[in-house]
């Protein structure tokens, strides 16, 4: 606790008054001739005990009422991160979440939370009288010693980034640093709590806190959570693109944080290699999936550009980079024997009017020979890949290959990466397999990006065969039997889709499920040689490899650390690299969480709504003491009350009946 | 003139007699009842005629109808003889600012009591009582005794502790006729001493009035500072803070005064509790009015 009128803490010294006057009055008595002595006597032998207790009860009550006031009068004040009974702390480790969604400013929209923290442990370091200060930041993950709390501000290992924040590493950064520390010290977590930085099912906070719980001295940990109200904000985010021969197609969406009322509209900045136009587009409710086309005349050509909103809560999730290479066609593969369900599926892969667009069949025999650097996707309708061809589709997956399975004719027992397929079974006769449930925000049978969805439920099964294994199920049979699965194998994905385009099998060739199925995973496959002008800050691919400069290339901004998005040139590569989009869903770690997160280490939560108007991470006490010296004064008013007297009147007169 | 006196008064005083509760033994005739049987006009009783009775009393109305003998007998009035005992021990210098002290009061009600007497021809006797029997005026009928009276309570000057109890005592041993016997003190003393001496003249038959004589701050209590209290009889001291005693005080004070007046009704006494504002008439009105027989008021 401290004050902000200390020099009234000298009126302290007034609650010895009513003690001084007391001691002064028994000194300054009148002398007083008396007769009914015997009555005083054994009233003086009889009032000791509960009487005097009450009197030093009054006396106490007038000196703490006094002092309480002194106390109020001195404006104290209970700093959140020092709380009561702080003692001296050696060490500090200020564990700084830097990312994009602490950029986020308060309510007022003065000061983003980054700033404002910062603001509140300079002040509370000058409380605690300036103990070692270790700062650890989210965007380096390194401890490093802060000669003063002054400079947090103005150094860059506290500046604003694009970053995501991955507090189980930092807490075990801080960990570390303290195994070697000596004397006191608290870990101060100052971060909005975003969920996707505390990572609340990470196993890695078994460790943390066995970490923590294994230094020599205990570390109080206080969390400043910074969760307040905040300024209306609007954030973009680039989903995904697409090269195409006549242009880029970038998938946008944008989110708003408040409370959707109307529809908004907002200019947006598309700059392509550093020709800008603006243009408005409409938000109409909460969030919005939109695509924009940039067009792009030379099929060999590269670029980058940067599409932006108008500043507004957070102007760190305004812009989002892009930049792409050549165009090149999006071959398919197919890998069945000739037949139907071939020609279906080389149909799905490159339907007419696709020019740019690609397939080709293979038998799996002649599999392992043929080139798949320009395969985008394979299309897998013959049993299980084994011996060489299994080598080829592993390292196909690997570079960000898309391989989908479909059930063979023949019976296969042979399993993939853990995948297998089960007995083919028939439908009932006059009766279907019909899909019953189906993922309609992820996968391939998602709804379409107007929000338009895939006639799934027209497919009819005759036949069918379930993949078998560890994968995620995204579309089942009406009798919870998988349709459609997914298996992410390093970049690329595995998918298992449990009929075929065969009329012995189901209508699966009538395109109302093959078509959009083939060709958003075909989009997916395409992906990987795109993918390689995309990369979000913190990944492998947006660091620089030895031997690489790294350079801004758009004119967005000066900013090139590492920590920030744009379009960089990597030596000879060219990245756009944007803020991680977990960055944008704000949702909060709960209470729940962080107990069982820091479960054991008796960390204390100090929930301070982030805000400009009040800098401090005090609170005002004045008014519990004025509350204390109302208490006092009652209390004394009480004591003195005189007490009901339970005797009745003295009879005046009595006389006898006699006479 | 006395200071102590109000003639004003006793003149509206006057028309009230002062009664004797008991049959009194006065030497010469007057207006109250004797325990002698005599031949006065007031008829008492009839009782059967022993041998050596006066045959001049015989009811010969009374033989005739039963045709035994009956004597008529007559109560016989004489004078009243009252003493008034005044405890001039130290305590009853006291008063509260602007207040009449103690032993004044008690001056001041044995006066115009003892005028009244001797007013209707009683006798009225003093007893002035220090650390034992200091004074004594014996009582008389006679006008010019009144002054001798006033004189010596004016002279009385408290002081030294109270021997009220052995004045008492030795009151109901001097005093062989029954007596009408008025105590003026405030009793500071022990009641159960007390009580043995109100019982003692009790038991002498004699009509027993105690004026109890307290001080208005001495009951109230009311002090807003520590104060060193002095005692008016031994001359101890003891500095305490009233606030802090004030109710233990008040509890002891009551006590001691219901004790007091428990015992004198135990002494079949009459018992006045008198602070020293009260005015003076309506208490001496009211003490004259309690003690007429009730048929006549």
Known sequence: ?659 | MHTFIDSDLLSRLGSLPIESRVPMMGNVAGKHRSPHRGSSVEFAEYRKYVPGDDTRRLDWKAFARSDRFYIKEFEADTNLRAYFVIDASGSMNFHSPGQVSKIEYARRIAASLAYLLVNQGDAAGLSICTDKLHLEVPPSRRAAHLERFFSTIEKVEPSGETGLIEALHVIAEKISQRAFVVILSDFFTDTDKLSEALQHLRYRKHDISLFHLMDTQEIGFQFDRPHRFVDLEDGTALVVEPNLIADEYQVALKEFMKNVRDKAHDASADYQLVTTDTPLEPLLREFLTARLPKAKH
């Open chain 1, 1 to 659: 606790m401290t004050f902000l009128t200390p020099l009234l803490l000298w009126f302290l010294a007034a609650a010895s008054v009513p003690v001084i006057i007391h001691l002064l009055n028994k000194r300054r008595h009148k002398t007083v001739q008396w007769a009914a002595m015997q009555f005083l006597l054994k009233a003086t032998r009889e009032s000791r005990g509960k009487k005097k207790l009450r009197h030093i009860l009054i006396l106490t009550c007038r000196a703490l009422g006094i002092a309480a006031l002194a106390f109020a009068a001195a404006r104290p004040v209970v700093s959140g991160l020092l709380g009561w009974g702080a003692g001296s702390i050696d060490t500090v480790v200020l564990v700084l979440d830097r990312s994009t969604s602490m950029e986020l400013r308060s309510g007022d929209g003065q000061a983003a939370k980054r700033d404002l923290v910062l603001q509140k442990v300079r002040d509370a370091m000058a409380h605690l009288g300036n103990p070692r200060l270790v700062l650890i930041d989210s965007a380096s993950g390194k401890a490093q010693e802060i000669p003063s709390p002054d400079v947090l501000p103005d150094i860059s290992s506290t500046a604003a980034t694009d970053s995501a924040a991955d507090f189980p590493a930092l807490m075990n950064a801080a960990a570390e640093y303290l195994s070697s520390a000596t004397g006191r010290s608290e870990i101060w977590l100052a971060s909005d709590l975003q969920q996707s930085n505390w990572l609340p099912g990470d196993e890695r906070w078994a460790a943390v806190r066995a970490s923590i719980s294994a230094l020599p001295q205990k570390p109080s940990i206080r969390v400043l959570s910074l969760t307040g109200d905040s300024a209306p904000n609007v954030s973009m985010k680039l989903l995904g693109t697409r090269r195409s021969p006549g242009g880029l197609t970038l998938d946008l969406e944008l989110v708003r944080s408040e409370e959707a009322r109307g529809t908004l509209s907002l200019p947006l900045t598309v700059n392509t290699n550093g020709a800008s136009t603006t243009e408005s587009v409409s938000l109409p409710g909460q969030s919005l999936r939109f695509q924009r086309q940039i067009k792009i005349k030379d099929e060999a050509e590269s670029g980058h550009g940067w599409l932006g909103l108008p500043a507004d809560g957070n102007p760190r999730d305004n812009s989002v980079y892009f930049a792409y290479g050549p165009a090149r066609p999006i071959k398919s593969l197919v890998v069945a024997d000739p037949g139907e369900a071939a020609d279906y599926l080389l149909l799905a892969a490159a339907p007419p009017g696709f020019e740019k667009q690609a397939a080709e069949r293979v038998s799996p025999a002649a599999f392992a020979t043929f080139p798949t650097s320009e395969i985008s996707m394979i299309l897998w309708a013959a049993p299980m890949p084994a011996g060489g061809n299994e080598k080829v589709i592993e390292s196909f997956l690997s570079s960000g290959g898309q391989v989908v399975f479909l059930p063979s004719s023949g019976e296969s027992t042979d399993g993939f990466l853990g995948m297998k397929w089960g007995a083919v079974t028939t439908a009932d006769s006059g009766k279907f397999f019909i899909l019953g449930d189906w993922n309609k925000s992820d996968g391939p049978l998602r709804d379409g990006i107007d929000g338009s969805p895939i006639p799934a439920e027209r497919l009819r099964g005759i036949k069918r065969a379930v993949a078998e294994g560890d994968a995620a199920v995204l579309a089942r049979w009406e009798d919870g039997e998988a349709f459609l699965s997914r298996k992410i194998i390093d970049r690329g994905t595995l998918w298992f889709l449990g009929s075929i385009p065969d009329y012995t099998w189901s209508n699966l060739g009538d395109a109302d499920v093959l078509l959009p199925v083939t060709q958003r995973i075909l989009s997916l496959g395409a992906d990987r040689f795109d993918s390689s002008y995309l990369s979000e800050v913190g990944a492998e691919a947006a660091q620089t490899a030895p031997g690489e400069v790294r350079s801004r290339a758009d004119d967005f901004s000066e900013e090139s650390s590492a920590e920030t998005a744009g379009v960089f040139r990597l030596g000879d590569r060219l990245v756009a690299v944007n803020r991680p989009a977990a960055e944008d869903d704000l949702a909060i770690a709960t209470k729940d969480s962080l107990d069982a997160m820091l479960d054991g280490t008796g960390y204390r939560l100090l929930d301070q709504a982030g805000s400009a108007s009040d800098p401090s991470l005090s609170t005002d006490m004045w008014r519990a003491f004025l509350l204390a010296v109302l208490f006092f004064l009652i209390s004394e008013a009480i004591l003195c009350l005189p007490k009901k007297s339970k005797d009745e009147p003295l009879p005046k007169r009595t006389f006898p009946t006699t006479g």
